[in-house]
Nanobody, 127 residues
């Protein structure tokens, strides 16, 4: 079984930074992927960033490119999302997602590829 637990959300002013963490327990595949999605009130869940666990290749949604960085630490089985230059429109519940099967870079942004989800952590950016 693979379990995910997020932490690091909170309230921050526009222009500030936050770092989200996702602790992973259980077996991961070298070709599996981890990702961060977010969901704001009244909106659908949006892809933020994804990373292929084995090679570390990272992918980003257009709205966060250049501001957010996803990374993983295989030694401690954790994934991270460093968020800089935060904007009020980044306000959402952020979810860590993981796959227990191989994921191609072509579909890393597709939420259907992920079969494990964390409970979510709230990020609020004030203007």
């Amino acid at each position: 079984q693979v379990h995910l637990v997020e932490s690091g959300g909170g309230l921050v002013q526009a222009g500030g930074s936050l770092r989200l963490s996702c602790a992973v327990s259980g077996r991961t595949l070298s070709s599996s992927a981890m990702a961060w999605f977010r969901q704001a009130p009244g909106k659908s869940r949006e892809f933020v960033a994804g990373i292929i666990w084995g090679n570390g290749n990272a992918y980003y949604g257009d709205s966060v490119k250049g501001r957010f960085t996803i990374s993983r630490d295989s030694a401690v089985s954790a994934a991270y999302l460093q968020m800089n230059s935060l904007k009020p429109e980044d306000t959402a519940v952020y979810y860590c997602a993981g796959s227990t099967t191989p994921v191609s870079r072509l579909v890393v942004a597709d939420r259907r590829q992920y079969d494990r989800w964390g409970q979510g952590t709230q990020v609020t950016v004030s203007s």
